[in-house]
C-alpha cells in the first residue's frame, strides 16, 4: 500500500509570492490534514478535509488555505509569503470515519523557504 | 485549555540502558494519546497509542507507553536502547470528541541522543 505522497519535497520562494502545496493521501483515507513544523513553534495544526469539505480549522491566518478534491488528494495554498512561513509542512492522513482511534498517517513533508 | 507537554528537551541515555521519554497532557474528558518519531528531514512515523482498555501499550521496534490517568501521563519507554532510537519524539493528544477527526496537538518533542 502506498504512502502519503507529499510534492514537492523542497521549495524556496520570495517574499510575497505563493505557493502551493500537495498531499496525496493513502489509498481510502478520506481525511487529509496539514501541520506546519518551526524549531520555534513546533509542530501546529493548519487545518483538515474530510470529503472535500474542511472540518478542523487551526489559528492560522487567512493567507493560508486549502482545498481537497473527489479524489481525496489535497492541496494547500499560502498566499503573499513571509519570511516566517519558512517551514516544513506535514501532509497527514487518515481514514476519517469508521473505527475509533485510528492513527494518522505522515507524509514526508515539502520544505519551504523564503528569503 | 488543551495541551500537551514534554519537560525535556533532550534526553540522553546509553546503549542498552532503559529509557524514558515523558509526556503529560491536560485535557478534558478522555482523550486518545499518541507517539511518533521523527528522523532528520523525514515526516513523522506512529508508534504506538491509547485509546481505552490497559494502561500499558505496546507499540513498533521494542517501545511501550504507560497511560496513568490520575497523573495525565503518558511516557514512552523502551528497556533496552538502540543507538538507531536516536531520534526526535513527539506525543500528541486527539481531544476527546473528535474522534475520527485528524486533528491532533503535539508537545514540543524530545530530542533522544543514545550513545554507543
Known amino acids: 500500500k502506498a504512502g502519503v505522497t507529499q510534492t514537492p519535497r523542497y521549495l524556496i520562494k520570495t517574499r510575497g509570492q505563493q505557493v502551493t502545496l500537495s498531499c496525496s493521501p493513502i489509498s481510502g483515507h478520506r481525511s487529509v490534514s496539514w501541520y506546519q513544523q518551526t524549531p520555534g513553534q513546533g509542530l501546529q495544526f493548519l487545518f483538515e478535509y474530510f470529503s472535500e469539505t474542511q472540518r478542523n480549522k487551526g489559528n492560522f491566518p487567512g493567507r493560508f488555505s486549502g482545498r481537497q478534491f473527489s479524489n481525496s488528494r489535497s492541496e494547500m495554498n499560502v498566499s503573499t509569503l513571509e519570511l516566517g512561513d519558512s517551514a516544513l509542512y506535514l501532509c497527514?492522513?487518515?481514514?476519517?470515519?469508521?473505527?475509533?482511534?485510528?492513527?494518522?498517517?505522515f507524509g514526508q513533508g515539502t520544505r519551504l523557504t523564503v528569503v | 485549555a488543551q495541551s500537551v507537554a514534554q519537560p525535556e528537551d533532550q534526553v540522553n541515555v546509553a546503549e542498552g540502558n532503559p529509557l524514558t521519554v515523558k509526556c503529560t497532557y491536560s485535557?478534558?474528558?478522555?482523550?486518545?494519546l499518541f507517539w511518533y518519531v521523527q528522523y532528520p528531514n523525514r515526516g513523522l512515523q506512529f508508534l504506538l497509542k491509547?485509546?481505552?482498555?490497559?494502561?500499558l501499550v505496546k507499540g513498533s521496534y521494542g517501545f511501550e507507553a504507560e497511560f496513568n490517568k490520575s497523573q495525565t501521563s503518558f511516557h514512552l519507554k523502551k528497556p533496552s536502547a538502540l543507538v538507531s532510537d536516536s531520534a526526535l519524539y513527539f506525543c500528541a493528544v486527539r481531544p476527546p470528541g473528535s474522534s475520527n477527526t485528524g486533528k491532533l496537538i503535539f508537545g514540543q518533542g524530545t530530542t533522544l541522543q543514545v550513545k554507543p
Open positions: 485535557v478534558s474528558g478522555n482523550p486518545y
Open positions: 491509547y485509546i481505552t482498555g490497559d494502561n
Open positions: 497527514a492522513s487518515s481514514p476519517g470515519t469508521g473505527v475509533v482511534g485510528t492513527e494518522a498517517f
